[in-house]
């Protein structure tokens, strides 16, 4: 007989505290969360809120925006109330636009107090007005800009280094009664950052955000974040995440998105099932694939829609999804909920899957099963 391996569901969380950004909950078994960060200059508020706008569209539930200037400062008031999702202040070195972000209403802040010169009545006093506000901080701490103490005591940003100044920063704070805090240890090495959160998961319970910093671009980086969130949320680790590319960041927000619905860690919207084609294929599956997933794009109920390219696994996956389309012989016989509704030539087969798709969906939306 077959070994006995139990199934683990990817559910299992570690147990954290619960901060909130905004009205959005992180830790404490609140759903994963996505985020992303804005490229534009944040004094700029027209397109910083322009941004904000199509990352809220493509997802995000999460926004940081960099604050290195006095003039992005004074944007914080604004772009906080205007955005419609929670905005997180970004901020190095500088105590007093962390001030700044607390007063504008920001629902978080990221800094590391490590990096802040004369930290100790700083951090005394930014404890105090984030208290006071209900204000979160994220400690963030990332391989480049490690501590100079630890990369001479550790050689370079190993995991033991990467947590022992991420604790080192949360003590900072919890010397004034703070622990309104996630944390971050991000490492370019999807490897090393594993191991950096299992560390930081086992050491403490705040809520932590999962990132590979500098994960390079689109296609590099969506690997590598995927590899490292999904060995580690597979664990229960990690609470809310950023997918760090050099692209636009709505396909930051798509790549999270994704990881999360692979993983069943949020339902999931439409998927295309495809396969890869092969030398028995009748149609051109790569192209059928693309016009489908291009007309179906936007569409927000869990649609589940199978491109096959021949009849040998064809009928059988399109047999499972809410949709699906078998080709042969120039033909495709189009499936709704595992029968087959119509045979159309190839040239139709694309518009009969979309124009099936919405009426579904139409449905779908009637009976409240939109996610
Ligand atoms: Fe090949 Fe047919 Fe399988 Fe597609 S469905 S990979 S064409 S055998």
């Known amino acids: 007989g077959l070994p006995e391996v139990p199934a683990r569901p990817v559910a299992e969380r570690r147990v954290s505290r619960r901060i909130q950004v905004g009205p959005v909950a992180v830790g404490g078994g609140a759903p994963v969360s996505v985020q992303s960060m804005t490229t534009t200059r944040t004094s700029d508020v027209g397109a910083t809120l322009q941004q904000i706008a199509e990352l809220t569209a493509a997802g995000c539930q999460i926004v940081r925006v960099a604050c290195p200037t006095q003039d992005d400062a004074d944007a914080l008031a604004t772009i906080a109330r205007k955005s419609q999702i929670p905005v997180i202040a970004d901020i190095h070195f500088q105590p007093k636009y962390v001030f700044a972000a607390i ?41 480049g800009s490690l501590d100079r103490r630890l990369l001479q005591k550790y050689g370079r940003a190993t995991p033991e280094a990467l947590v022992e100044s991420a604790l080192w920063e949360a003590s900072l704070f919890e010397e004034h009664g703070f622990r309104d805090l ?35 671009p689109a ?76 007309g179906l794009d936007g569409m927000e109920v869990p649609l589940r829609v199978a491109v096959m390219g021949c009849v040998v696994n064809g009928p059988g996956e399109a ?11 120039g033909k495709g016989q ?14 139709k087969i694309v518009e009969t899957l979309i124009d099936e798709a919405m009426k579904i969906a139409e449905q779908m939306e009637k009976d409240g099963v939109a996610s």
């Open 182 to 216: 996630k944390i971050s240890v991000k490492h370019n090495d999807p490897v090393v950052m594993v191991n950096a959160y299992r560390q930081l998961a086992a050491s403490c319970d705040y809520p932590l955000h999962l990132g590979v910093t500098e994960a390079g």
């Open 103 to 143: 007063d504008a209403g920001c629902a978080a802040v990221r800094v590391n107090p490590g990096n802040i010169k004369k930290f100790d009545d700083q951090v005394k006093q930014i404890a105090r007005a984030a208290s006071e506000a209900g204000t979160p901080i994220r400690i963030g701490v990332n391989a």
């Open 219 to 294: 296609f590099q980086g969506t690997i590598k974040s995927a590899v490292a969130f999904g060995a580690l949320l597979s664990e229960g680790i990690g609470d809310t995440i950023r997918v760090s590319l050099s692209a636009p960041p709505v396909e930051e927000i798509k790549v999270g998105s994704q990881i999360l619905e692979s993983l069943g860690l949020r339902p999931r919207r439409l998927e295309i099932v495809s396969c890869p084609s092969c030398g028995r294929a009748q149609v051109d599956v790569y192209k059928l694939a693309d016009e489908v997933t291009a």
């Open 334 to 347: 189009i499936f709704v909920k595992g029968e087959v509704v119509r045979t159309v030539p190839e040239s």
């Open 319 to 329: 047999r499972e999804a809410d949709l699906g389309v078998a080709s042969g012989n």
